[in-house]
């Protein structure tokens, strides 16, 4: 079970990054 929590916590925190980083690319632009 905690794997599978660690695992959620990774790709809820992957999802922020390309979120912010799909921002900041559009904001350069």
């Not at 079970?1 to 350069?28: F, L, T």
């Amino acid at each position: 079970m905690e794997i599978v929590m660690a695992g959620a916590i990774v790709v809820a925190v992957a999802a922020v990054i390309v979120q912010k980083s799909r921002q900041a690319r559009n904001r350069r632009k």
